[in-house]
């Protein structure tokens, strides 16, 4: 066996780059991993997990699947596209840059709407950070200078377990260099999570009030009044934080889905990013936002520069890129039955999406382009497995913090198996025949 090292985890949007694969001879088989954690060694270790589909699969009319070659899923994929007035194409977060610039190419073609997962996670942060800039840093600023850190709506000891012990709790860095004791940690939240444990105050905020907690926070930081309770949270308790906050060399704010999608949602992550730049008429102080799924960062920097929005993007003009969520958001175009033709990529309709949207998905033409069975393969009309990106094939993708990492390939994927850049390739060329010159 031999041991690859530097390896980036392909789970969640930490990216944790420092894990060593221990892989077969033969490069086909992974015998152990070191560094990750539960869920990233997951993705590991069940590479070659029995009953793995490695050939497409086209929904028969009885409900059964049979299988199909890839020349017959990429015709169906190319026919699809070409015939159907407006296709929603969905998903990118578990894939290359690469291959999203090859899946784009394909769209613009075709003229279909590409959106990513952030359409039902953090797209309200990217519409506050349109509206308002965003004073951010890397995670490695985080390790080596913070002395203060917020988690507020997010709760990284079980999303993304490494997150604390890398970069924002427990890490010595080069100006921190006493690690979890020389860190303030303040955790605000509507329940008492795992991540609150670790956290030297815990703030109870009642749910649906986190706008008026972080204008209480902005007026405290200004010196001005606040009444005896907001958001649930006494007057002296909301003073000792900022207090604390204020006291810091370096802070962050780090934020999830508790934050963006509870009653305010982007408006929060607009008070949010405020608070952060008044927090700096005092000290250092920065805001990022907790990334979920491993590269839906990278797709809204993707789509961004080629077309100038993070997610949303509609193509079906051909001439130019529109943007409207609301409009162009995966969830209302399904909801509103306005497509009639779906490609999900590298993410999970049928485990996100509202239930009246899903049940769209599986009455129109569709394709699941997954490595592996999910739910939403399960209401396609035609799966196409690819390799696993990241473990099967190398690529780059963005952190939460926006960086870009690249990562490696580790082991064979199963043979005969096709990339998402080579399958998609394959279904540009397809649909170039098809349509011609359109
Ligand atoms: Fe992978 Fe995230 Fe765990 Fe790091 S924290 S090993 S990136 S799942």
Same mark, same amino acid.
């Given at each position: 066996s031999k041991v690859v090292t530097d390896v980036t985890c392909p789970? #969640? =949007? !930490?990216?944790?780059?420092d894990l060593e694969i221990t892989v077969s001879d033969d490069g086909k088989e992974i015998i152990d991993c070191q560094n990750a954690c539960a869920i990233g060694s997951e993705k590991f270790l069940h590479v070659?997990?029995? =009953? +793995? &589909? !490695?050939r497409p699969r086209k929904r028969q009319p009885d409900g059964s699947y049979k299988e199909i070659s890839y020349d017959e899923a990429i015709e169906y994929t190319a026919q699809m596209l070409a015939k159907a007035k407006k296709t929603l194409w969905y998903g990118?977060?578990?894939?290359s840059c690469e291959a999203m610039a090859i899946g784009h190419k394909v769209a613009e073609k075709a003229g279909t709407i590409v959106d990513n997962c952030a359409t039902v996670c953090h797209g309200s942060s990217l519409l506050a950070i349109q509206d308002v800039g965003v004073p951010s840093c890397t995670l490695g600023e985080v390790k080596n200078r913070a002395d203060r850190i917020v988690f507020w709506g #997010?709760?990284?000891?079980?999303?993304?377990? +490494?997150h604390m012990s890398r970069y924002s709790i427990f890490p010595r860095g080069f100006f921190t260099t006493k690690g979890h004791k020389g860190r303030k940690i303040i955790c605000v939240d509507c329940r008492y999570t795992d991540t609150a444990k670790c956290a030297d105050e815990f703030i109870q905020v009642e749910q649906g009030y986190d706008y008026e907690l972080l204008d209480a926070f902005r007026t405290v930081a200004r010196g001005q009044p606040i009444p005896d309770v907001v958001g649930g949270v006494p007057k002296e308790k909301i003073i000792s934080a900022v207090n604390t906050l204020k006291e810091g060399r370096f802070g962050v704010i780090f934020f999830g889905m508790g934050l963006t999608h509870t009653l305010g949602r982007n408006h929060n992550i607009d008070i949010a990013i405020n608070l952060t730049r008044d927090l700096n008429d005092f000290t250092k102080f920065s805001i990022i936002a907790m990334r979920g799924h491993w590269n839906v960062t990278g797709s809204g920097q993707v789509l961004s520069w080629q $077309?100038?929005?993070? $997610? #949303? &993007?509609?193509? !079906?003009? +051909?001439t130019h890129a529109r943007y409207n969520p609301g409009e162009t958001s995966s969830v209302d175009l399904l909801r509103r039955k306005e497509v009639d033709a779906c490609i999900c990529i590298a993410s999970d309709i049928g485990a996100h999406f509202p239930i009246e949207a899903t049940r769209h998905m599986a009455q129109i033409p569709s394709v699941c382009i997954d490595p592996h069975i999910n739910l939403t393969t399960e209401i396609s009309d035609v799966h196409i497995p690819v390799a696993l990106v990241g473990v099967e094939v190398e690529g780059c993708a963005y952190r939460m913090d926006n960086v870009p990492i690249a990562c490696r390939k580790v082991v064979e994927p199963p043979e005969g198996m096709l990339t998402d850049e080579e399958l998609l390739e394959k279904v540009y060329d397809r649909l170039c025949e098809i349509m011609g010159d359109a």
């Open positions: 789970f #969640c =949007g !930490t990216l944790c780059d070659r997990k029995e =009953g +793995r &589909v !490695t990118w977060a578990s894939t #997010c709760n990284p000891a079980h999303a993304h377990p +490494r $077309y100038g929005f993070p $997610y #949303c &993007v509609d193509l !079906t003009r +051909r």
